[in-house]
Structure formats: structure tokens, C-alpha cells
């Protein structure tokens, strides 16, 4: 009987999928390469668990809050002492970023970064190392020289050389941005402190990023956050969506789900009214919750032996703001900033990717693709979180109920690559320092490690520090986090078809460039490589113009 072309990419990928675990050795080897993985499983969790329960916090006093709006202050818990009312800043990620941007006070940004970048070190050094260790160990067994090569080996890359020369290409582009970047926030400084000489710290970036938006172009994060009510937020952003794939969200009463605060909601067919399959939204933080935010795959999509489809359920979890109470009254609904938007639009991508996938086999439902396309899809759809008819349609002012207004939305436009280069540089920081981590070699000094490669970032390592003992993706996306920046160039490259499109001007145009992408990239999920997903979509071949112009470098003519 011969194979069709996804049975036998199917069989393909078993086959390999067998090799790499271990099927190819000796029953002893075999075996040890099974505890190693059990190993890793658990290791893993650990050190997950130890980043969630961190509960490291600053106590301040009133004054000491000084640049940030009463709204968060307000969400605050506080306690009284011997020295008067004092107000908990923990590490949770409402509270951990918003102060890095507002706080007034240099001295305390620097010592909230500094808990940050020790948070769960006692615990998770240990662990990281042994985890490193246990990879090179899985790694060199099955015959690879590396855990990198082993892992890269089933991505679009296909070797750590390509994805770290992708790196350093990128880097050496996005240095010359960076260093406009810091000479315009450490002018700031200066202009802030009234010091001739201050140097810019990288505690400082995001604080003076923010003042430079807010001087320069008008743009103040938490005033902005007033236009983003999260429920208002959700129904726009579920608007776009149902209007541009063709589908309805449905919320299911009562979900049964494992918290009081999550919603459910069926996801139909316009236009047949099929059931296609189902998410979870657990959008505020708790205590010893996952405390970052994700998409998570419950259940994949699959064609059963009758030729009927049962479809993907999936969840995502984040911790936005709470809404607050107020006796009887209506309190105070859950603003989110506009770097909130675009990440409850980015992780929503990968949402709709996983529920709306008709790839037969599980194996290939949804984002069951190769890692380093994985994030494509979800950074495509944070191109509307930028989109003027898209939030024109559905932002209100918290008080007023007044829509975003236009010239707003222009400045925020114009300041959204202030510090870009920053920014990238810390990413491509995290990337590079990941691959040496899994790099050749099972002993290996992490913090080491980490202070050799930290002048990627643009700043001078913070002695002492153990950023990677909190660096939750070394376990998950361990030898792939280049993979958010190679995926982007595949995500800004689909969001410029839309653009692009004779129709896109037109609700008619823009739907018919959606169901064509519905069809071309999120239903397929991994049945197909990544860059034919690309090719199908877009009619052509892949290119990098609309990623280095959304990131800021065509400013440089870059």
C-alpha cells in the first residue's frame, strides 16, 4: 500500500521521533536515556514551581511611590507598622513592570531589578546545572554533539550555527538602533536628575523610555491603559477575530473550570454553525499560580475513525490586574497598558491556531509545528493591537467611554520604537545566552556564562546577579528562545499581506485575506514545513523587509 504525502510525513516524523529517543541503542542505553528524560520532567517542574512561589517584595512607604498612578497603588496590599503605612511591591508581573516604568526613584527600581534577578537562585542553580548537564548527557548519546543540535535538528534552522548567525546578523544590524537608543534615554536622565554625567542603568531603560514617550510624543502608559478596560479589550480583540476567520466565540455559563475566575467559550463556524472546538480564558494572578503569561494545549485537534473532527481545546493563562471591588458600588475595572494589549493579542494567536486546526493526525494539530515557526502566527495577530479602525471599533475610555483618540493612537505610533534597540538587544541577549548554555559540553558555569554574553544587551552585567535562575523558558524552550525572533520574521511577513491586498482597505478584502489565512496557515497547523506555510499564504517567498521596519531599523536605513 503506498503513502499518500502527510501519511508519509507522518511516518517520517515517527520514525525520527523514534531514533531521537532512543530506538537506534542498546537496551541499557535506551534505558538510560528514559530516566534522564524523567529526570529533566521533573526538574523542570521544579524549577517552574520555584519561580511562581517566589515571594520576594519591597515594603514602601506612600512616598516612596511616587510616578505611579493611585490605581496601582490602590491594588497594592499593604500593612501597617512601626514606622507607618507600608505597601507590598512583589515580582508578580502587574506590579514587577508597571513600577519599573513609573517609579520616580532610581534607587528603588534598582533594588526591584535586583530582587528580580535573583529571584528562585538558591533553589534553581542546582537545578539549571543539573538539567544542563542532563541534556548533554541525553544529547551525546543519541549521537549529537550538542543538546542545541539536537533540539534545532527538527526546527526550520536545522543547526545552532544557522539560528546563532541569524543572531549575530541581527545583532550587529540592532546595535547601532540600541546605541541612538540609550543616548536618548540617558539624555533624559540627565535632563531628569540634573546630573551631567549619569550613565544609564539597565534599571533605568524602561523608566526613561517611558518619560521620552511621554515628553516627546505625548504617550503615557498608564493614561493610555484608561482606553483598555479588559472586558472592553477582550470583546474588541473577539470582534476582529470573529470578523476576520469567519467564526463566533460562544461563553459557556457555568465552565466548571478549576478556578472561580476562568471562562470558557465554544468557538463556531459562521457560516455552518459547527462546533470547532473550545478555550479558556484564566487571565488574573493568584497565589502559587503559573505567573507568567502562555497559550497551553488541553486537548489537540484529531480526525476520528467515523470522518468526524474533534476539535482543540486550549487555555490561556495570564496575570493581568484584577478588577477591585468596592462595597456596593462598581470598583474599579482591570486596565491593561498597551504592552498588555499586545501580549493578550499575541498569545490569542496561538489560541485561535490551536482551536481552529483541521490537521488530521494530533501530531500535527495546530501549533504542533517546528518551534522556530511556532510564534509566527501569534505575532501576526499583534499587528491589530496597532490597527487604528481595530481599536477605533472598540476602545473606551474608562470614565468618559470615549474612544481612543486618533492623534493618541498616531503618537503611540511614532513612539512605538523608542528604545527598540534595547529592547531587541535584550532579546537577542536571552537567545544567544540559551545556546551557550546547551551548547557543547555537560559542566558548564552559568553565571559565567551569563556575565560574558551580557554586553550583547548594551548594558554592564549587575554583579552578583543569577538572572537565568528565573528565566522560566530554559525549561520548554530550552536551545529555542532565538525562535521568537525567527518566527517574526514569518509573522511580520504574513501581517504585511494583509496590508498589502488590493481589498484590505475594505471589511470584504480584509475577510477574504483572513479566511484565506485561516485556511492556508492555522488550519493546516504542522502538516506542512513552516516556510511552505509562509509561501502558501502569502504567494511568494518569505522576506525580512517588514521585520526590520517593525522593529524600528528602517530609521537607520536598515
Not at 479588559?230 to 459557556?252: C, K, N, P, S, Y
Not at 477605533?392 to 528604545?419: C, E, N, S, W, Y
Request: no cysteine; net charge negative; hydrophobic share 40%.
Amino acid at each position: 500500500m503506498s503513502l499518500g504525502p502527510l501519511e508519509r510525513r507522518y511516518l517520517d516524523h515517527v520514525l525520527r521521533d523514534f531514533r531521537r529517543n532512543g530506538f537506534a541503542l542498546g537496551r541499557p542505553e535506551r534505558a538510560r536515556v528514559q530516566a534522564l528524560r524523567e529526570r529533566l520532567v521533573a526538574l523542570g517542574v521544579d524549577f517552574r514551581r520555584h519561580i511562581d512561589e517566589a515571594d520576594d517584595a519591597l515594603w514602601l512607604a506612600r512616598d516612596d511611590l511616587s510616578g505611579l498612578p493611585q490605581s496601582y497603588v490602590d491594588r497594592l496590599q499593604s500593612r501597617d507598622t512601626a514606622e507607618g503605612l507600608r505597601y507590598r511591591v512583589s515580582l508578580e508581573y502587574p506590579e514587577f513592570y508597571a513600577f519599573m516604568d513609573g517609579a520616580e526613584r532610581g534607587d528603588l527600581r534598582r533594588a526591584l531589578f535586583l530582587l528580580n534577578q535573583h529571584k528562585a537562585a538558591a533553589t534553581n542553580l542546582p537545578i539549571l546545572d543539573e538539567a544542563i548537564a542532563l541534556r548533554d548527557e541525553i544529547a551525546t548519546t543519541l549521537g549529537y554533539a550538542s543538546w542545541a543540535h539536537y533540539m534545532i535538528e527538527m526546527r526550520m534552522a536545522a543547526t545552532p550555527e544557522a539560528a546563532t548567525a541569524f543572531l549575530v546578523d541581527l545583532e550587529a544590524r540592532v546595535r547601532a538602533k540600541a546605541e541612538i537608543d540609550i543616548a536618548e534615554l540617558a539624555a533624559s536622565k540627565r535632563v531628569h536628575t540634573g546630573g551631567p554625567a549619569a550613565r544609564l542603568e539597565i534599571w533605568d531603560w524602561r523608566f526613561y523610555q517611558e518619560r521620552v514617550m511621554r515628553e516627546r510624543y505625548g504617550v503615557d502608559s498608564f493614561a493610555v491603559a484608561e482606553y483598555f478596560p479588559l472586558e472592553v479589550t477582550l470583546d474588541g480583540m473577539f470582534a476582529h477575530a470573529q470578523r476576520l476567520f469567519g467564526v463566533r466565540f460562544i461563553e459557556v455559563p457555568e465552565p466548571r473550570a478549576w478556578h472561580p475566575d476562568v471562562r470558557l467559550f465554544d468557538v463556531r463556524d459562521v457560516e455552518s454553525d459547527a462546533w470547532l472546538g473550545a478555550f479558556y480564558l484564566d487571565l488574573h494572578p493568584r497565589a502559587e499560580k503559573y505567573g507568567h503569561t502562555a497559550a497551553f494545549m488541553l486537548r489537540p485537534g484529531r480526525r476520528l475513525a467515523d470522518g468526524s473532527y474533534e476539535g482543540g481545546v486550549s487555555a490561556m493563562v495570564a496575570n493581568f490586574t484584577k478588577p477591585s471591588s468596592a462595597g456596593h458600588g462598581p470598583g474599579t475595572p482591570s486596565l491593561l497598558r498597551h504592552s498588555e494589549v499586545n501580549t493578550l493579542f499575541h498569545e490569542f494567536g496561538h489560541i485561535l491556531h490551536r482551536v481552529l486546526t483541521r490537521a488530521p493526525y494530533a501530531r500535527f494539530a495546530g501549533s504542533s509545528v517546528q518551534h522556530d515557526f511556532v510564534e509566527a502566527p501569534s505575532q501576526m495577530l499583534e499587528h491589530w493591537a496597532w490597527d487604528s479602525d481595530v481599536l477605533a471599533g472598540f476602545t473606551r475610555h474608562v470614565t468618559t467611554g470615549q474612544p481612543l483618540p486618533a492623534d493618541l493612537l498616531a503618537r503611540m505610533i511614532a513612539a512605538k520604537h523608542v528604545a527598540s534597540g534595547v529592547h531587541y538587544l535584550r532579546q537577542l541577549y536571552f537567545a544567544r545566552l540559551d545556546l551557550a548554555y546547551h551548547g557543547a559540553g555537560r559542566s558548564k558555569d552559568s553565571d559565567a556564562i551569563a556575565a560574558s554574553l551580557h554586553d550583547i544587551s548594551g548594558f554592564p552585567f549587575p554583579a552578583g546577579t543569577h538572572f537565568q535562575a528565573g528565566f522560566g523558558h530554559l525549561f520548554g524552550y530550552d536551545a529555542g528562545y532565538y525562535g521568537y525572533l525567527w518566527s517574526r520574521v514569518y509573522g511580520d511577513d504574513m501581517a504585511s499581506r494583509f496590508l498589502e491586498d488590493p481589498g484590505s482597505g475594505d471589511p470584504v478584502g480584509l475577510e477574504a485575506v483572513g479566511r484565506h489565512y485561516r485556511r492556508t496557515i492555522l488550519e493546516v497547523g504542522g502538516t506542512q514545513d513552516g516556510a511552505d506555510l509562509v509561501r502558501a499564504f502569502l504567494g511568494r517567498e518569505p522576506r525580512s523587509g517588514p521585520f526590520l521596519r517593525e522593529i524600528g531599523l528602517d530609521v537607520l536605513g536598515g
